[in-house]
């Protein structure tokens, strides 16, 4: 019951929509023929046809009701064919009541920027394997284990080293000597203890005590903290300007407020065919080892900045085909523009051709305008024989929506 309701109030609501459009397109049209209407106007207006504004292309013999909706049909008059085949003309009253509003086209700096969301990843880069020199026995592994944050020296594991034969012989000698001080001291020369290289996560450990290993055994694996990667993916169609060497800002959920300064030092030479993103690399200093592997957060990619033509983004008729604007030629005239567009950033358009600095162009109340133009077959000012061929009606048939 809930649900029907719900269709009967939509359906209700999408038709007083219509009926309103229609009016306001009504009004529009009165308020082309208000001067023609005048009083003291000397020559009769002849009429061709009536139609309906919200059905332009049904045409009447005679005025009366519109059969679609519960409007008066608006009469098309003959000299209205006659205007300048480039612009509207409209009454001020008109531009008044419809509540028509201009922008202008400026120029201004953008900068391309890419927000996607990043990992904080351990940095490879930083990697060392500690392995033993000789072969022995593993006679001792101090308290470490894998996670651990160790410092550069920090004793990993004591190793016997049968193979250094002079001091094993000289040990037996002087073990033969019943002196326990003498032994001890002989002993510890058959020892060597491995240490860590660098200071850094233990990611690996692959002693344990009691082992036997072969010269070269990797015996740990440690990560160094100084810097960390963070890893992202970028949609490929925003890959294209990123570059080596510049700059991001990172965001991480751990540090609400916060703005981290990253730079990119890879962008790896395969897409992701599945995502269709590019893996990008930026190394982040890590002062104090706050910074934690798996941690996420917004990165921001700074785009170098570029100056372009900007207007505000409803001012734009995109009809799927292109996208016009309507620049303001006067009071109450305006024509129509196609426009190539480029980045959409925040509510404004950049404009790649189509309108210069310092044109007004229509921010409001376009799809009466559009409207109006579809049915007077008006083309836009820089369209070539191509579109020409199409006629207006390619535009007005789609149902023209600003961005």
């Known amino acids: 019951m809930n649900n029907s309701i719900k269709k009967g109030l939509l359906g209700l609501t999408l038709i007083a929509m219509g009926i309103a459009a229609g009016w306001g397109l009504a009004q529009w049209r009165a308020g082309t023929a208000h001067v023609a209407d005048a009083p003291g106007a000397t020559t009769e207006r002849k009429v061709l046809y009536w139609y309906d504004p919200m059905s332009p292309t049904q045409k009447f013999d005679k005025p009366g009701k519109s059969p679609f909706m519960d409007m008066d049909l608006v009469p098309k008059y003959a000299d209205e064919d006659g205007q300048d085949g480039s612009g509207l003309s409209v009454s001020p009253q008109t531009v008044q009541s419809l509540g028509l509003r201009a922008a ?23 990697v060392s394997i500690v392995q033993a020199r000789a072969a022995g026995f593993v006679e001792r592994v101090y308290a470490r284990a894998p996670g651990d ?97 510049q700059t991001a800002q990172v965001r991480l959920a751990a540090f609400p407020g916060e703005a981290l300064r990253a730079r990119v030092v890879a962008i790896l030479p395969e897409a992701n065919r599945d995502t269709r993103t590019v893996r990008v690399r930026l190394e982040l200093p890590n002062p104090g080892q706050r910074l934690k592997a798996g941690m996420s957060g917004q990165v921001t990619l700074k785009g170098n900045e570029q100056r372009a033509l900007l207007v505000p983004s409803e001012a734009v008729v995109r009809t799927g085909r292109r996208a016009l604007a309507y620049v303001v030629d006067g009071p109450g005239k305006f024509h129509p523009v196609e426009v190539q567009l480029g980045a959409e950033i925040g509510d404004q358009l950049v404009i790649k051709s189509g309108l210069a600095a310092g044109q007004q162009v229509v921010a409001s109340a376009q799809f009466l305008i559009d409207s109006e133009a579809s049915l007077r077959g008006l083309l836009p000012a820089q369209a070539g024989a191509s579109t020409a061929a199409q006629g207006h009606g390619d535009h007005g048939a789609s149902a023209p929506s600003a961005a």
Do not use: H, I
């Open 104 to 126: 202008e086209v400026v120029q201004g700096k953008v900068s391309a920027d890419v927000d996607v969301v990043g990992t904080v990843l351990l940095n490879d880069r930083e």
């Open 149 to 245: 944050v160790v410092a550069v020296g920090a004793p990993l594991a004591d190793l016997l080293l049968p193979e250094w034969v002079a001091a094993q012989r000289e040990f037996l000698a002087v073990r033969a000597l019943k002196d326990e001080s003498l032994t001890d001291a002989a002993r510890q020369r058959l020892l060597y203890t491995v240490t860590v290289p660098q200071s850094g996560l233990v990611a690996e450990l692959m002693v344990r005590q009691g082992m036997t290993v072969p010269a070269g055994a990797s015996l740990a694996r440690v990560n160094g903290l100084s810097t960390v990667w963070v890893e992202v993916a970028v949609p490929e169609a925003q890959s294209g300007p990123l570059q080596v060497g």
